[in-house]
């Protein structure tokens, strides 16, 4: 079982940053599918964007290229960078991976998860 742990979350201003980062407990550049995924208050959780083994992403449209996902195999690490931030954006973020070629941004596709980091967006 692949444990993560999350971090990087907090309270910004509209129009700010952040970046979160997800470490795994093992080797993340081989046959993985690594994402990120949210739940604001009474929204269902929605993906953000997934990243596969070679490098391949999606992002869900209201990332509207605010958002990149990218991480560090060698450091086995996973990270989102977050810019102009909205406070529609105000969610628990959750990272998640799977073993396998194919990565679509949907968490039923995903067995194993990280605890969740909050970030709120206020105005």
């Known amino acids: 079982q692949v444990q993560l742990v999350e971090s990087g979350g907090g309270s910004v201003q509209a129009g700010g940053s952040l970046r979160l980062s997800c470490a795994a407990s093992?080797?993340?550049?081989?046959?993985?599918?690594m994402a990120w995924f949210r739940q604001g208050p009474g929204k269902e959780r929605e993906g953000v964007a997934v990243?596969?083994?070679?490098?391949?992403?999606e992002y869900a449209k209201f990332v509207r290229g605010r958002f990149t996902i990218s991480k560090d195999n060698a450091k086995n690490t996973l990270y989102l960078q977050m810019n102009s931030l909205e406070s529609e954006d105000t969610a628990m973020y959750y990272c998640?991976?799977?073993?396998?070629?194919?990565?679509?941004?949907?968490?039923?596709?995903?067995?194993?998860w990280g605890q969740g980091n909050q970030v709120t967006v206020f105005s």
């Open positions: 998640a991976t799977r073993r396998g070629s194919y990565c679509p941004l949907s968490q039923s596709a995903f067995n194993y």
């Open positions: 093992e080797d993340i550049d081989n046959n993985y599918c």
């Open positions: 990243i596969d083994k070679r490098d391949n992403i």
